[in-house]
């Protein structure tokens, strides 16, 4: 059974840092790309960053030069660093897996974890 365990939410000031991180376990396969994303009420969940396995990285707009994506690969582990945190990032912060095991891809969600910024 394959999980996805995030820690590192939590509530800050405005301008303020912090830092997600998902571990995985169980038996994924080889891991593809690796994200975070987020899920704003009654929409689906968009990408806020994602790296591959080969360390490319890709950012949402609006979290460009703030937010930083990284991997360790031997921990099968990815972190988000989160700087200069503004209001409007205040959301449930989610870590998606792709997987691939047996030819088959899967993508794995984590459970979620808040991140509230006050002003």
């Known amino acids: 059974q394959v999980q996805l365990v995030e820690s590192g939410g939590g509530s800050v000031q405005a301008g303020g840092s912090l830092r997600l991180s998902c571990a995985v376990s169980?038996?994924?396969?080889?891991?593809?790309?690796m994200g975070w994303y987020r899920e704003i009420a009654g929409k689906q969940r968009e990408l806020v960053a994602e790296i591959t396995s080969e360390g490319d990285r890709t950012y949402e707009d609006s979290v460009k030069g703030r937010f930083t994506i990284s991997r360790d690969n031997a921990k099968n582990s990815v972190d988000l660093q989160m700087d200069g945190l503004k209001a409007e990032d205040t959301d449930v912060y989610f870590c998606?897996?792709?997987?691939?095991?047996?030819?088959?891809?899967?993508?794995?969600w984590g459970q979620g974890t808040q991140v509230t910024v006050s002003s």
């Open positions: 169980g038996s994924i396969g080889s891991i593809s790309t």
């Open positions: 998606g897996v792709l997987g691939i095991r047996y030819g088959v891809r899967t993508l794995y």
